[in-house]
């Protein structure tokens, strides 16, 4: 191979470094075949394809409409909708086009508010979602599970055009049934956001919101271990809701607002719908699960909080509270990857402190599970969770707004420079050595 771009190319090679030698734990993350990357290289790019199948704006999509087609019903055959779309670039434009095709500006929709475990599409102050529209948020009881009493109440009291199930920090089951009830009684749309369980419910790890959806939104990446990528489902009740809601999605993402699919991406997901279609991913989905329960159980045993006391899913959240007060989130992350270990601060329920310095960790097991990791290498990895946070028992965020960039900035450095989370890095090399990242040579 002749390398072109050495600058890009050696920047690229750092990066399989990292991520071949460290543990991946951010639960939206996870590892592509090989298949996946060929698509998703492939001369599929070239291509304009504004439209949809059999109904473009430009010639020479006779191959594209294939393809496309063949990832369409790979993706109706997993979750048995009666349309599907796997256009939307990724999953936030997926979950704007719902605002676009069902409601009008101003309309009430109701989402799980974001420091409860919520998405920023779901009506966070800060999105576009709440700029436009009405968002009226609902919450978590102090358990960490949805208040679907609260639900209820809220729903009828401000009678929301749709409401949203689904969550982006959420360790339990969700109750797609009840909230297809709920949305039922007040004459909403019920739309179902499951980008990160989608593999999950493809293998049949949890309960699918067909049934009891209107819509179904998604990514194609996290647990479905496609590429970074949307779709849009339409199910048997959505349809008899609105006979028109095919039209009116394919209108909300062209002319509406995204253009043009990405054709080396809606080739790569059809790869990964191939995939998820195959025996071996009902076997990877329940293996995620399972590793995530052995990883709560020994992040516990090593005096670690989690919200929920434990998991249902992939994802784990941890109260770092305890250790270093509010606005921990930062230092935990901080000396998780000094320690070799990816893993995003986040929100807890009834965050103390804010979104921007928030007091949790979010973890899961997707990307651990693909490169082959079980129930023992779950303990290895919570015992090196557990040393790793024990030393940033010493910070603790400033109270004062003003005083908290410098604080972290010597805390980082601090951080980075401790000798024993330098020893566990270099272990956790060691480890990694057994455990190969697909794609990676």
Request: net charge negative; proline share 6%; with cysteine.
């Amino acid at each position: 191979m002749t390398i072109k771009d050495t600058e890009i190319f050696s920047l690229i090679e750092k990066e399989k470094l990292r991520q071949s030698e460290g543990l991946e734990l951010i639960p939206s993350e996870n590892y592509v075949s090989e298949a996946v990357l060929e698509a998703l290289g492939s001369i599929l790019t070239n291509k304009y394809s504004e439209g949809f199948p059999g109904k473009r704006y430009y010639g020479g999509n006779q191959y594209i409409d294939e393809i496309e087609t063949l990832a369409n019903e790979r993706i109706k055959k997993i979750f048995g909708f009666e349309y599907v779309t796997v256009q939307p670039h990724s999953g936030s434009p997926a979950n704007f086009a719902i605002y676009l095709a069902i409601c009008e500006p101003g309309d009430t929709f109701m989402g799980l508010n974001l420091t409860d475990g919520g998405h920023l599409t779901h009506g966070w102050k800060m999105s576009a979602t709440s700029m436009f529209y009405k968002s009226v948020p609902y919450h978590v009881k102090a358990d960490g599970r949805i208040d679907m009493e609260e639900v209820e109440r809220l729903a009828k009291e401000f009678k929301p055009k749709f409401i949203w199930s689904g969550a982006t920090a959420y360790p339990f089951i969700i109750d797609f049934k009840r909230f297809g009830e709920i949305a039922d009684e007040v004459g909403a749309y019920h739309v179902a956001d499951i980008a990160h369980i989608a593999g999950l419910i493809a293998a049949g790890e949890h309960p699918s919101p067909v049934e009891h959806a209107h819509l179904v939104t998604s990514t194609t990446h996290k647990t479905f271990r496609g590429p970074r990528g949307g779709f849009i489902g339409i199910t048997k009740k959505g349809l008899e809701k609105d006979p028109e809601l095919i039209s009116k999605i394919e209108k909300a993402i062209i002319p509406g607002f995204q253009g043009g699919p990405h054709n080396h991406q809606t080739a790569a997901i059809g790869v990964a719908a191939g995939e998820v279609l195959s025996p071996e991913f009902k076997e990877y989905g329940s293996q995620i699960v399972k590793n995530a329960k052995v990883l709560a159980e020994t992040l516990q045993k090593g005096g670690i909080r989690l919200i929920g006391n434990g998991t249902e899913n992939h994802l784990l959240l941890i109260d770092l509270t305890p250790i270093t007060g509010p606005g921990g989130g930062v230092f935990g992350s901080e000396a998780l990857e000094a320690a070799g270990m990816t893993a995003n601060k986040n929100t807890i329920p009834s965050e103390p402190c804010s979104p921007f310095f928030p007091s949790g960790i979010r973890l899961g097991t997707p990307a651990l599970t693909t490169r082959g990791m079980k129930e023992d290498e779950m303990k290895k990895v919570g015992e090196w969770i557990v040393r790793a946070l024990s030393e940033i028992k010493l910070y603790n965020l400033p109270e004062k707004k003003e005083e908290r960039k410098e604080y972290i900035a010597k805390a980082k450095k601090e951080i980075f420079a401790n000798h024993k989370l330098i020893e566990i890095k270099k272990e956790i090399k060691t480890f990694c050595a057994n455990y190969p990242v697909p794609g990676i040579d």
